[in-house]
């Protein structure tokens, strides 16, 4: 008994990877294959986008502050409070940055994106819109993935901007240490390997939460109770994937860009 | 809507002459999920101008079968010919086009909660990127026919129940299709709204001829669609003589996946089976 029931949940993870990967590889062809529907990105990326500024500006505004903070605390055993500005631009821009922006994203719209598509998979609207001719991967997901992707880029940068700000005000007006000295170790230090990294790291992190809260969505059985698990499904996972992912990224873009 | 009540057909999308072979064959067709199987060994045609009405209690696989006939779902066993092209086993990609020429209306209408009716009916017109004055007067003329003409700018969810499923019936028709599928039409609605919403099929039947199956577990829509015909004249549905039956509605039914009947309407109620027995008493 025990083991069919291992067998059984073996095969499910299985069968569960190789529908996430088909789909995921179908919706990514979609985003070079005509039809793209650009009403519908642009309104994903008016929600997705536009929608999540706020909720990315507290994080990395609180961020940046916080490793101001315990950076200075620990940096001046050592006298070397100088390099609190260093410190805090290098570590939002390649990893903090980008890895929070995805999370939170992720909490706002992989939950949102799995809720949608489940209401509209239990309520026969997947169907209806097949039924219709439109293909509902086309329609709904590649939007969706391509929009997701877009704004993750440009959300990051803001989150990256709010992050160092956020140092520079603990610095300022907590830590009281001169604020053109903070600038200054921030943007000198700062290398194009370090902007790559945090830059590249959205492209993945976008098309990952998009992806798993789509995929989610569409795979919804069993009514209201349904879309709730998918949902919680799609945050999980996505946030978990985002968080593996980057220790993979991470290791492939230190061996592509050594530090010095 | 013309002086004939019938919904008009746009001159550029008439839909092609019907050959003599039937629009949809089922052959041997059976489906499971996870048990026991859902439809096992059904096989049925429709002809050119047949409605077909698909009787059975709830759960045995009328939903399933309406949704095998389009490609929603696919077979395990059998095989499938819409429009005389095999479906069991054609890429989705390919079976888009050929969904487009198949009207369906959903149990619940399936409408799209975040559109207004006009862009709910007018849906495959604007992924077509059909003008929009000539959108607008398809789906005035869609509304028209189901009587709906007022609810134009409202969303589905200040429609009630039988509404909705009339709008979901004018989104079916705006490209006037060569099949309809109807799944439980009636389902859920008080008496007057369900007559309402038969008496549209039977226009559709009588009018444009489109053929159609149509899922249903309540004998009293089955008979009524069997019994009445539309009069174009009194623009409305009427009783045929005593005796009559519109020889085009042919009667399915199901019993826990297995087709029990296919006939005419005289056929079931002299039919022995004792399924077919007890559902019509």
Redesign the interface.
């Known amino acids: 008994m025990a083991i069919q029931t291992i067998e059984k949940t073996a095969k499910s993870i299985v069968l569960t990877v190789q529908d996430y990967s088909l789909f995921a590889w179908r919706a990514f062809t979609n985003l070079y294959r005509p039809p793209i529907y650009w009403p519908d990105f642009l309104v994903q990326a008016d929600i997705i986008g536009f929608g999540s500024i706020s909720i990315v500006v507290l994080t990395g505004l609180s961020t940046g502050g916080v490793l101001a903070l315990q950076s200075a605390a620990t940096l001046s055993a050592f006298g070397a409070t100088a390099v609190t500005g260093q410190f805090v631009s290098l570590t939002m821009i390649r990893e903090l940055g980008p890895i929070l922006t995805g999370v939170m994203v992720s909490g706002r719209n992989a939950s949102s994106m799995a809720s949608e598509l489940g209401s509209m998979v239990v309520t026969e609207q997947i169907d209806a819109m097949r039924a219709l001719g439109v293909d509902p991967l086309r329609k709904l997901v590649t939007p969706r993935i391509a929009a997701t992707i877009t704004m993750l880029f440009f959300l990051t940068i803001v989150s990256d901007a709010c992050g160092i700000a956020g140092g520079g005000l603990v610095t300022v007006f907590m830590n009281h240490q001169n604020g053109t000295q903070y600038l200054n170790m921030a943007w000198e230090h700062l290398r194009y390997p370090d902007i790559i990294q945090g830059l590249v790291k959205p492209l993945f992190f976008g098309y990952i939460l998009s992806s798993i809260g789509c995929f989610y969505g569409m795979r919804t059985t069993g009514g209201t109770q349904g879309v709730g698990r998918s949902t919680i499904q799609a945050v999980v996972w996505a946030s978990v994937l985002i968080i593996f992912v980057d220790f993979l990224l991470t290791q492939v873009l230190l061996t592509l860009f050594p530090p010095l | 809507m013309n002086e004939t009540g019938a919904y008009p057909q746009p001159d550029q999308e008439q839909a092609p002459v019907a050959d003599a072979g039937p629009v949809v064959v089922f052959s041997n067709v059976s489906i499971a999920f996870d048990g026991p199987p859902v439809l096992d060994d059904v096989s049925f045609s429709i002809a050119p101008g047949e409605t077909r009405v698909l009787l059975g209690p709830a759960g045995v696989g009328k939903s399933v079968l309406l ?1 095998l006939v ?1 490609g ?1 779902l696919r077979p395990d066993q059998g095989s499938i010919l819409l429009f005389g092209e095999e479906i069991s086993h054609m890429p ?2 390919q079976l ?2 050929l ?2 020429r ?1 009207g ?1 209306v ?3 209408g ?4 975040s559109l207004t009716v006009r862009d709910n009916v007018a ?2 017109l604007i ?1 077509e990127q059909v003008p929009d004055a000539e959108i607008n007067q398809r789906v005035r003329d869609a509304l028209r026919f189901v009587e709906l003409e007022e609810t134009f700018d409202l969303y589905p969810a200040s429609l009630s129940g039988g509404m909705r499923r009339r709008v979901a019936i004018a ?1 079916a028709l705006i490209r006037t299709p060569e099949l309809l599928l109807y799944d439980s039409p009636t389902g859920g609605l008080d008496p007057l709204t369900s007559t309402t919403i038969i008496e549209l099929i039977v226009k559709e039947r009588d009018v444009s001829h489109t053929p159609s199956l149509m899922v249903t577990h309540r004998l009293q829509d089955a008979f009524i669609l069997c019994n009445h015909r539309f009069d174009p004249e009194q623009g409305r549905m009427v009783p045929l003589p005593k005796g009559e039956t519109d020889p085009a509605t042919t009667f399915l039914m199901l019993e826990n996946g297995r087709l029990i009947f296919d006939g005419t309407l005289h056929e079931l109620v002299k039919s022995k089976n004792p399924f077919v027995r007890e559902f019509l008493e």
């Open positions: 949704k389009n929603l989705e990609q888009f086009p969904r487009t198949v369906m959903f149990q619940e399936a409408l799209f909660d849906y495959q992924q989104r």
